[in-house]
């Protein structure tokens, strides 16, 4: 036996609870796990919630990332006592996830943990860390260098606007970190290494099809308006990476800023992402990451704290990233 966070499906209502379940219980997979820690993303709240339909059958254990040892394996690149990381592939979606202190998974999906980080560090990044530095790499890609000027972070406070505040500043951007919490967060946004930390407001509602030119590029986790927005303030050849929705899953922009301004749109999903990619995405971490912004962005709860944590994710309350300590 051991303990899960299980999401169940009653009278047409999400029920998530802290339970006991069998090993004989996991899905398929080549290689068996034993979690150390998983985290709580946007995405586990809402499924834990059930404010949207994330979970694809029930019952389902959430947590769409953990590291963990493996303890057994048919898998080829891994043996037992090997230290892993799972980020997506449907995992905490579709198939019992990380929220659990055993897992079952493809060693297809799994990358090893990065030799400079300790497993805890691996889920103080999570995959919101993981999707930071996917949206750094495409900004990278797309030619957006430090001297082209300002990058914008939305959602700045958040589990992937902090981290991709830390690395952007770390890697000599500067960077202006766009958040609802100005009050509260500024200084911690600032000792991240923002330079301007500014209020959500001044990109939320109905903006014009062109703004004044300000952004070489951004990094989305918003949507709706204030992509709208971000859009339409970036620079001549600038790039936006859209990774988020929290602010709603709309985009109403026009094509203005694509057509007139030779804005790149860039679309990063990390669940579905190639696992070159990953891979080079989890070393950059290990190398480009200073692990103090780290402590200061992570804390941790327990698996009994989860399904509270999850509600304060969604209202917004939650600085930074969240760790679960699944023992
Ligand atoms: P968090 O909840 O940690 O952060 C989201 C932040 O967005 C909040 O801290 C807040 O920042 C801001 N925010 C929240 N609600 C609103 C709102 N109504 N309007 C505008 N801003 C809002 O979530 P994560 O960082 O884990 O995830 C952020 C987004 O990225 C989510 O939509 C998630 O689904 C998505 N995501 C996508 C991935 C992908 O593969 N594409 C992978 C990981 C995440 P502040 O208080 O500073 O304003």
């Not at 299980?6 to 379940?21: C, F, P, R």
């Not at 993303?41 to 694809?56: E, F, H, M, Q, W």
């Not at 690149?77 to 090997?82: K, L, M, N, R």
Request: a negative charge; hydrophobic letters at 45%; aromatic letters at 6%.
């Amino acid at each position: 036996m051991y303990k899960a966070i299980v999401i169940d499906k009653q009278d047409g209502n999400y029920v998530a609870t802290l339970n006991e379940v069998t090993g004989s219980e996991l899905m398929p997979g080549d290689v068996d796990i034993d979690v150390l820690y998983s985290t709580l993303n946007y995405k586990d709240a809402l499924a834990i919630t059930g404010k949207s339909p994330v979970v694809r059958h029930f019952p389902m254990v959430p947590g769409i990332d953990f590291v963990g040892k493996v303890s057994t394996s048919s898998h080829p690149d891994y043996q037992p006592g090997q230290f892993v990381i799972l980020n997506g592939w449907g995992v905490g979606e579709k198939h019992w996830g990380g929220l659990a202190q055993k897992a079952r998974v493809n060693g297809d999906w799994l990358v090893p943990l990065p030799t400079q980080f300790e497993a805890k560090d691996a889920m103080a990044i999570g995959t919101a860390g993981y999707t930071a530095m996917l949206c750094v790499m495409a900004l990278e890609r797309h030619g957006v260098t430090p001297e082209r000027g300002e990058i914008l972070v939305t959602g700045a406070a958040g589990g992937v606007g902090s981290v991709a505040v830390a690395i952007l500043s770390k890697l000599g951007y500067s960077v202006t970190a766009l958040s609802g919490r100005v009050e509260q967060e500024a200084q911690f946004l600032s000792q991240l290494g923002a330079q301007n930390v500014i209020h959500r407001s001044e990109l939320e509602g109905a903006g014009k099809p062109l703004a004044k030119e300000r952004w070489a590029g951004v990094v989305d986790v918003v949507g709706s308006h204030v992509l709208a927005n971000a859009c339409a303030s970036t620079q001549y050849g600038g790039v936006v990476a859209a990774c988020g929705l929290a602010g709603g899953m709309d985009l109403p922009a026009t094509v203005a800023p694509f057509i007139l301004r030779g804005v790149t749109l860039a679309g990063i999903d990390s669940v579905m992402c190639p696992k070159a990619l990953r891979v080079e995405a989890w070393q950059r971490l290990a190398s480009e990451l200073e692990l103090n912004k780290l402590n200061m962005i992570a804390h941790e709860i327990t698996l009994n704290e989860v399904i509270a944590t999850a509600a304060d994710l969604l209202d917004g309350k939650v600085r930074g990233r969240v760790i679960v300590d699944v023992n």
